[in-house]
């Protein structure tokens, strides 16, 4: 007999809440930010995949553009309402 057992520990906060928590403390929090997340697996809840973070963009907004698959642009806020999802803190700027 050949069992093979696959577990995911998932956890409950967001890379939003884990931005948010890095702020509060307040000491260089864009180092302490990508101390926790470069390497980190993320679940996206529109699709349910799971990506490992390679890097992030602080110098980038939800209403940054971004090119498309076809020639295009669009920003982060019309690219995620195609899977209901509506970005609530648009106005950020994580460079301060």
């Given at each position: 007999?050949?069992?093979?057992?696959?577990?995911?520990?998932l956890?409950?906060?967001t890379?939003?809440?884990?931005?948010?928590?890095?702020?509060?403390?307040?000491?260089?929090?864009?180092?302490?930010?990508?101390?926790?997340?470069?390497?980190a697996?993320?679940?996206?809840?529109?699709?349910?995949?799971?990506?490992r973070?390679?890097?992030?963009?602080?110098?980038?907004?939800?209403?940054?553009?971004?090119?498309?698959?076809d020639?295009g642009?669009?920003?982060?806020?019309?690219y995620?309402?195609?899977y209901?999802?509506n970005?609530?803190?648009v106005?950020?700027?994580?460079?301060?």
């Amino acid at each position: 007999m050949c069992a093979e057992l696959n577990h995911k520990v998932l956890r409950k906060d967001t890379a939003y809440d884990v931005l948010r928590d890095c702020q509060r403390d307040g000491r260089d929090f864009q180092r302490n930010y990508l101390q926790k997340m470069i390497g980190a697996v993320v679940m996206t809840p529109y699709n349910n995949k799971t990506y490992r973070v390679d890097d992030v963009r602080f110098d980038m907004s939800p209403n940054s553009k971004f090119p498309t698959k076809d020639g295009g642009e669009t920003d982060f806020c019309t690219y995620y309402k195609r899977y209901n999802c509506n970005i609530a803190d648009v106005s950020v700027n994580f460079n301060s």
